[in-house]
């Protein structure tokens, strides 16, 4: 992942979030460290903190440095490392947030078993009655954030850390007023591994998207000025 994701046209950097991973992939990250240096860094944490935390560890150190964009992925090729491109050209073109989706274009998943795409498709289908998003693809998790929309979002307020995460950080993004786009992805399952995904995950993004919701009407959004020289 680390080599295709350098061998882009376009000089992206890169931030391993690593929660003391027992299958080596520190030291891995820290010998490629010295082989693109400056490029290639790791934030280490001791556990396993939740999903949305280590986004959230993630974003907060591009925001300590000059990023005006920051992509998120998975790091099993389950997210194309070929469309970083086509995000980032989202961006450009005036996007303040770019959501690789899987249901923007139909239902674009490979390797799941039905019974999961239903479940997927219909949440993000709930989540939009819900909310009033219009985002086809509410869990994605490939996405790039323009950094103004991470400066404007307050992270420590983020109150769902599984895969509502996802939700609740783009329900923000179109509170805020942001724009946001929907890039059409086809998402392949990893091939080895096992999912996250777990009753108490499903759960949590349920009731929280209600929750979500609920206190969204007690929270005035007012967007930061940006700043000019972005």
């Not at 560890?57 to 469309?83: I, Q, T």
Request: glycine share 8%; proline share 2%; with cysteine.
């Amino acid at each position: 992942m680390i080599r295709k994701v350098f061998s882009l046209e376009k000089p992206f950097d890169l931030l391993i979030v690593e929660d003391n991973s027992p299958d080596g992939t520190a030291e891995i990250v820290k010998k490629l460290m010295k082989e693109f240096p400056g490029r290639l860094n790791i934030l280490e944490r001791k556990g396993k903190l939740g999903l949305g935390t280590a986004y959230i560890a993630g974003f907060k150190w591009a925001l300590e440095r000059d990023y005006e964009a920051v992509c998120e992925m998975d790091c099993d090729f389950s997210h194309n490392p070929d469309d970083l491109l086509r995000l980032f050209d989202s961006i450009e073109k005036g996007a303040d947030v770019a959501v690789g989706s899987r249901y923007i274009s139909g239902i674009n998943v490979v390797n799941w078993p039905l019974g999961r795409v239903l479940m997927s498709y219909f949440a993000s289908m709930y989540v939009r009655i819900v909310t009033g998003m219009k985002v086809h693809d509410t869990t994605a998790g490939f996405v790039c954030w323009k950094r103004t929309v991470l400066e404007t979002i307050d992270l420590d307020k983020i109150k769902l850390i599984g895969y509502g995460f996802q939700i609740e950080m783009k329900f923000k993004a179109f509170k805020y007023g942001f724009n946001i786009e929907e890039v059409s992805i086809v998402f392949t399952d990893r091939q080895e591994g096992t999912s996250k995904m777990s009753g108490g995950i499903f759960n949590e993004a349920l009731w929280g998207v209600l929750k979500m919701k609920f206190r969204s009407w007690f929270t005035k959004y007012e967007r930061i000025k940006e700043n000019e020289n972005a």
